[in-house]
T-cell receptor
Framework: DGGITQSPKYLFRKEGQNVTLSCEQN?????MYWYRQDPGQGLRLIYY???????QKGDIAEGYSVSREKKESFPLTVTSAQKNPTAFYLC???????????FGPGTRLTVT | KNQVEQSPQSLIILEGKNCTLQ??????????LRWYKQDTGRGPVSLTI?????NTKSNGRYTATLDADTKQSSLHITASQLSDSASYIC????????????FGGGTRVLVKP
């Protein structure tokens, strides 16, 4: 898991509630990413950030929001607009685009 | 559209036996290909990373091959151990703007004693 931490490991929420997933890294990496993983599917990119105070939408950004106020932190908010939020969420970081990504341990979100 | 297809989706092998996982991709232009191991409920961990000019790369009992002409890669596990039970994910990076990664769906390997 390297120097990337995600919390909590398991998260349960009621439908209609927003929830924020934490991601912190001490690797001094510039770029950070959020992915969603569903059973039997490849990881799908939600948002990524190459530098503090800047981020871009990935392939499935609808219903999610992020912030990058500090280099070490890249929290992901799953909003009530996300129609199917139950999934395994992975945060990753890298020294730059195209370089090897280091993944956190993941957060399993269950919305009922 | 960039795609990465892995096969088989899952396989069961006996401890001590060898197995080979396949990865076909359509990402172009190609930059590099990585194989990750993901234990259940954990984040993926890198096994190998290969660039265009590399044909083979080993990491202990794991050996990855790359044929950039046919856009195919394989991951060979030698003398499997129970701890090899995991999902193995093939990831391809393109040289297009953003160098975003394209992930395969993974192969789930179960090693039985």
């Amino acid at each position: 898991d390297g120097g990337i931490t995600q919390s909590p490991k398991y998260l349960f929420r009621k439908e209609g509630q927003n929830v924020t997933l934490s991601c912190e890294q001490n690797l001094n990496h510039d770029a950070m990413y959020w992915y969603r993983q569903d059973p039997g599917q490849g990881l799908r990119l939600i948002y990524y950030s190459q530098i503090v105070n800047d981020f871009q939408k990935g392939d499935i950004a609808e219903g999610y929001s992020v912030s990058r106020e500090k280099k070490e932190s890249f929290p992901l908010t799953v909003t009530s607009a996300q129609k199917n939020p139950t999934a395994f969420y992975l945060c990753a970081s890298t020294t730059g685009l195209g370089y090897e990504q280091y993944f956190g341990p993941g957060t399993r979100l269950t919305v009922t | 559209k960039n795609q990465v297809e892995q096969s088989p989706q899952s396989l069961i092998i006996l401890e001590g036996k060898n197995c080979t996982l396949q990865c076909n991709y359509t990402v172009s232009p190609f930059s590099n290909l990585r194989w990750y191991k993901q234990d259940t409920g954990r984040g993926p961990v890198s096994l190998t990373i290969m660039t265009f000019s590399e044909n083979t790369k080993s990491n202990g009992r794991y050996t990855a091959t790359l044929d950039a002409d046919t856009k195919q890669s394989s991951l060979h596990i030698t003398a499997s151990q129970l701890s090899d039970s995991a999902s193995y994910i093939c990831v391809v990076s393109g040289m297009a703007a953003g160098n975003k990664l394209t992930f395969g769906g993974g192969t789930r390997v179960l090693v039985k004693p």
